[in-house]
T-cell receptor, first 115, second 115 residues
Framework: QKEVEQNSGPLSVPEGAIASLNCTYSDRGSQSFFWYRQYSGKSPELIMFIYSNGDKEDGRFTAQLNKASQYVSLLIRDSQPSDSATYLCAVNWGAGGTSYGKLTFGQGTILTVHP | NAGVTQTPKFRILKIGQSMTLQCAQDMNHNYMYWYRQDPGMGLKLIYYSVGAGITDKGEVPNGYNVSRSTTEDFPLRLELAAPSQTSVYFC??????????????FGPGTRLTVT
């Protein structure tokens, strides 16, 4: 059974701080890793994806991937109250075009940024 | 473009009733997916389709059926509804693999309660 686990929440950080969200996965053959943000009562929206070891930055968001440790994380710098949401880690297991984009999601981490 | 649309937004079913959740996309995406999200949990894949006439089971297909007669539409059928099917259902679509990864676009969801 391929599994995706996220660090238990909820996570509360003050405005302006760095929020760190973590995710581990069970299969070394995994190819692509995604972070989705989901506001209460809304659908998930893609923040970032990463498929190579190392860091990938986009504005205030940095995704970090370590395939040897089977670990992916999301850092949010200068956290804002508008970042308060559930963050979902998702993994695409297959290689290249054979996986058909199927995703396995973690259970999510609730982030609250307080003023 | 409307993106991915889902109807209805809310529905209450009695145990044993049946219904069809509608999903349509206007982005000419080949790949489409149905997920369910139980309270406080991540999304689980029910069924997916890689093109008209081609569907396959995901992680939790029992109690559901799908069809894909056109590129645009991917309805999900619930037969003999059970309380365990109370959930929020998300439809998503994606273009085929393009050398990097897949990006899934989600619909707004259907909140279903079975009593």
């Amino acid at each position: 059974q391929k599994e995706v686990e996220q660090n238990s929440g909820p996570l509360s950080v003050p405005e302006g701080a760095i929020a760190s969200l973590n995710c581990t996965y069970s299969d070394r053959g995994s190819q692509s890793f995604f972070w989705y943000r989901q506001y209460s009562g809304k659908s998930p929206e893609l923040i970032m994806f990463i498929y190579s070891n190392g860091d990938k930055e986009d504005g205030r968001f940095t995704a970090q991937l370590n395939k040897a440790s089977q670990y992916v994380s999301l850092l949010i710098r200068d956290s804002q109250p508008s970042d308060s949401a559930t963050y979902l880690c998702a993994v695409n297991w297959g290689a290249g075009g054979t996986s058909y984009g199927k995703l396995t999601f973690g259970q999510g981490t609730i982030l609250t940024v307080h003023p | 473009n409307a993106g991915v649309t889902q109807t209805p937004k809310f529905r209450i079913l009695k145990i044993g009733q049946s219904m069809t959740l509608q999903c349509a996309q206007d982005m000419n995406h080949n790949y489409m997916y149905w997920y369910r999200q139980d309270p406080g949990m991540g999304l689980k894949l029910i069924y997916y389709s890689v093109g008209a006439g081609i569907t396959d089971k995901g992680e939790v297909p029992n109690g559901y059926n799908v069809s894909r007669s056109t590129t645009e539409d991917f309805p999900l059928r619930l037969e003999l509804a059970a309380p365990s099917q109370t959930s929020v259902y998300f439809c998503a679509s994606s273009p085929p693999f393009q050398g990097a990864t897949y990006e899934q676009y989600f619909g707004p969801g259907t909140r279903l309660t079975v009593t």
